[in-house]
């Protein structure tokens, strides 16, 4: 079975600063790990996702994540926040191969400040 | 030409009733997925279908009736519609299990 946890429901940061998005996991298996991102009124995206090559792993819009096995981790960052990069971001994971069910974490609302 | 597409995208109906909502993609993907998002923003799978074969089946009231008539359809129906139904639903769709999920843009669904 496998489960990830977001921490912090909501997080702010300022236009400029440093958007770090926290998620750690749980996993029996090998895990692929996700981010999408949900802007209001819309579906999710995928902004990046982890299969076990490269453990940092760049995605659309600045973002990148990198996978640290020996703490569970796969947390998402961003250099610089933008206005536009306010919205609703889920951490995801999944087994590898086959068909495998992807479970989602709450999400975090990010909020940038002008 | 959009993906995955889900109709309708608004629908509001009383206590009760049956309904359904509709799911289609021109992505040539093989799986194909239903979600409940509910007023908090979690996103819990319902189903998921592949190649028209039921494969994930949560646990979810009977009341809820995935179909899937053809690799490019996955329907949602839905009896005796309740208060706690109330949520967005979203269709998706991926490669296999464990790829890239595309998502439509939901179906908010208002129970009265």
């Known amino acids: 079975a496998q489960s990830v946890t977001q921490l912090g429901s909501h997080v702010s940061v300022s236009e400029g600063a440093l958007v770090l998005l926290r998620c750690n996991y749980s996993s029996s298996v090998p895990p692929y790990l996700f981010w999408y991102v949900q802007y209001p009124n819309q579906g999710l995206q995928l902004l990046l996702k982890y299969t076990s090559a490269a453990t940092l792993v760049k995605g659309i819009n600045g973002f990148e994540a990198e996978f640290k096995k020996s703490e569970t981790s796969f947390h998402l960052t961003k250099p610089s926040a933008h206005m536009s990069d306010a919205a609703e971001y889920f951490c995801?994971?999944?087994?590898?191969?086959?068909?495998?069910?992807?479970?989602f974490g709450i999400g975090t609302k990010l909020q940038v400040i002008p | 030409d959009t993906a995955v597409s889900q109709t309708p995208k608004y629908l509001v109906t009383q206590m009760g009733n049956d309904k359904s909502i509709k799911c289609e993609q021109n992505l040539g993907h093989d799986t194909m997925y239903w979600y409940k998002q509910d007023s908090k923003k979690f996103l819990k799978i319902m189903f998921s279908?592949?190649?028209?074969?039921?494969?994930i089946n949560e646990t979810v009231p009977n009341r809820f009736s995935p179909k899937s008539p053809d690799k490019a359809h996955l329907n949602l129906h839905i009896n005796s519609l309740e208060l706690g139904d109330s949520a967005v639903y979203f269709c998706?769709?991926?490669?296999?299990?464990?790829?890239?999920?595309?998502f439509g843009p939901g179906t908010r669904l208002l129970v009265l």
């Open positions: 279908y592949n190649n028209k074969e039921l494969i």
């Open positions: 998706a769709t991926s490669r296999q299990g464990a790829e890239t999920q595309y």
């Open positions: 995801a994971v999944s087994g590898s191969g086959g068909y495998q069910k992807v479970t």
